[in-house]
């Protein structure tokens, strides 16, 4: 039954002619193909950088003396250095369905290559404890999948919640290679730091099920002889990148409201190792740290999104503020991170804080590795030297929501012709609690890039809820889903149609996760747009609400459960205002996502068909939230680039 319930979803999702679908497909096709960077790591002196490039590890200078290959016969990430900048250790990946991987150390010249253990399950986030003589890593003992709520989740068989995967920190001893699970059985760790003396972590981490509960996770201090723990602090929101001071006396991180793991903005905070009160050290900031690190003693350095562009800041623990309004661009208007695909900007800090290295890109400029200090870089590859982009420009945008100001990005069709009128494709992007930034577009799904290519503009607008502009800014929409974020995005529609040539007719709106969810809701209350694409959309608060896996997430941003409060929810429930929709809708969903539940896409599509609107459902079998199957990623933007070439063209001129 199941495999005939899927032909039948897949069989309305007809593509929309031969001519169409070969002009939208060869444009896809011919975007640029870059070398993606996995990974960097600048050495804790400052003087190499280690980077992987499609599972391949390769360690150069910062000074340009050159650099060298790291053998392995299996595809490596995750890669660390040792405290003396003398050796890197890594994980190379096993092939199989299950995940296994194999954990390496070398040193930094490639020399004495030696296996140091077997991880039978997922393991990741390896770290060198100061003094050498161990290695921890973050590891599931025999987890069927990779860990996070973004992947595919297991079908649910026997008896439910039986069975919970917990990733322990995991010690291997450099000499002995004798491996040890160190913390409890019952606890989920998300991150970690070394204290100074190698005796201890600070970690966030939560008790039960780790897809859940980072939402409610606490700050601790565990032993690292015994894995006891010591709670410290417990947060009002969220946390993420906790580093222990060089005197190991007081914890950084960064608290704020998240929507997801990864996708990092909010205040930095510091709090005693020993426990006891927390202080704020950017109360105010007009912008949203997401990557920290002591530098002198007593200060730090962070990066955040300023406006939608990367600034560098750095500070003391009792701040004035001056010192922690002293922000500057670090790479121009440049996205910059570890990784091809950032979530947030982040550089890889020195162990003074002085240099750093980082992936810079932008819609112009292709993913290269830059390394150096004191803001004056260099750039460490040419991997992808004569790639050009086949879309239009990006530029930083501003607009006015009655009093409050909102920032977006908009891309220029290719061949911009300022005579002519064009598309406009709106693209909320996900979280809420994150946002656009000048980025590659690449080939991930539901990029853009392929939107400008066609010969449209394509606005990624940052609405109250993201960040860029401090945490006021990204509490904004609390209790409020699709009221002023909403508002938000349609003055961003009309202030980008006033200051440009666009077809007023011929406006579409697409998003993914919460970008789905405000696609589903703006259809519910305008008749503007020509077309919409939901991805992965939240259609119905009160079956979502026990239907996904991920409930704690919701606590924050509704103060309530739906249950508990069913009234903050319903004013901002699609489904209880589908009979108002019109517009051409394209639901795209996989069939394993634990974040938000295909049954919501179902819930839509069926309204949808009800009412007699024209609509498409397509489910990709065995994708989570995000999918990792290149085909179907590519598919998934195929299908919504024709999705508008079909309703564009349908649009009297």
Known sequence: MKRIFF????????????????????????????????????????????????GTLTVAAVGGEGEHKITSDKPVREVAWSSNSKSVAWLADLPGDAPASELWMA???????????????????????????????????????????????????????EKIYEQRLTTIDVKSKAMKQVTPADVYIYEYDWTPDSKAWAAIAAHGSGDNNWWIARLYRIAAADGELHEIY???????????????????????????????????????????????????MKASPSAIAWSEPGGIVFVANKNGEPALGWGTIVPSAHEWGSTVPVHGTDMIGNTT????????????????????????????????????????????????????????????????RVQGWMVKPANYDPAKKYPLVVSVHGG?????????????????????????FVLCPNPRGSYGQGEAFTQGNVKDFGGGDYRDIIAGVDAMVKQFPIDPKR??????????????????QTNRFAAAVAGAGLSDWLSYYGLNDIDEWMIPFFGASVYDDPAAYAKSDPIRFVKKVKTPTLILVGDSDGEVPMAQSIEWYHALQTFKVPTQMVVYPNEGHVFYKPADARDYTLRMLEWFDQWFGKVEK
């Open 7 to 54: 032909s039948l979803l897949l069989a309305f999702s007809v593509c929309v002619g031969a001519a169409a679908q070969s002009r939208v497909a060869a444009v896809l096709d011919s975007l640029p193909k870059i070398k993606k960077i996995d990974q960097i790591a600048i050495s804790p002196d400052g003087t190499q950088v280690a980077y992987i490039v499609e």
């Open 107 to 161: 040193a930094a010249d490639g020399s004495g290559s030696a296996k140091l253990a077997d991880l039978k399950g997922f393991a990741q986030t390896v770290k060198f404890a100061p003094d050498g003589s161990r290695v921890a890593v973050l590891y599931i003992e025999g987890m069927p999948r990779a860990a996070g709520p973004l992947q595919p989740m297991t079908p649910l068989s026997g008896v439910v919640g």
């Open 234 to 284: 417990k947060p009002k929101w969220q946390m993420a990148d906790p580093h222990v001071s060089p005197d190991g006396k007081n914890v950084a991180f960064i608290e704020g409201l998240m929507s997801d793991e990864g996708l990092t903005g909010g205040d930095i905070m510091v709090v005693p190792t020993a426990g006891g009160a927390a202080k704020n050290l950017t109360p105010g």
């Open 341 to 404: 695909n950032p979530w947030s900007p982040s550089v890889s800090f020195s162990r003074d804080g002085q240099t750093l290295a980082f992936v810079a890109q932008s819609a112009s400029a292709p993913p290269e590795v830059w390394a150096g200090a004191k803001l004056k870089f260099r750039q460490i590859t040419k991997l992808n030297d004569g790639v050009k982009p086949t879309w239009g420009e990006a530029r930083n945008v501003n607009w006015m929501n009655d009093n409050t």
């Open 432 to 456: 809420p609690s994150w946002a656009c930034m000048n980025t590659w577009p690449g080939d991930t799904m539901g990029s853009m890039g392929g939107a400008s290519a066609l010969g449209w």
């Open 507 to 524: 406006i579409g709106i697409r998003g993914h996760s919460y970008g789905g969810y405000m696609t589903m809701w703006a259809e519910t």
